[in-house]
């Protein structure tokens, strides 16, 4: 699992670029799973996004639809961290083919 603590999107951007990276490489749809906790008046929300095969934890939320975009916000950074530090550890070596179009996307952007 990795985690990262980035700035909160507040448009869903994350959540769309994952999924359509997702979709170009032929890779299973980004999977979201958040769970609940605190008080009842008082909720924190922390989610997960599964890509590749890989889980990402994003930072909590008030309401489960941000603890998404975090959690898409976190996955897309650490995406970013292996396209530009080339890193050599086990989840990077697994996107390879993640990063490559992520290269791409930038790209064509």
Request: glycine share 6%.
């Amino acid at each position: 699992m990795v985690m990262i603590s980035v700035t909160q999107d507040e448009t869903g951007v994350y959540k769309n670029l994952l999924q359509e990276v997702a979709q170009r490489v032929g890779a299973p749809l980004p999977l979201y799973t958040t769970e609940r906790s605190g008080l009842g008046h008082l909720p924190v929300f922390t989610c997960t996004v599964e890509l590749a095969g890989i889980t990402f934890t994003g930072d909590p939320a008030k309401n489960k639809k941000q603890a998404e975009k975090n959690a898409a916000s976190a996955a897309w950074s650490a995406l970013k961290q292996c396209e530009y530090h080339s890193l050599r550890s086990v989840h990077c070596k697994l996107m390879n083919e993640i990063v490559a179009m992520l290269l791409i996307h930038v790209c064509l952007q």
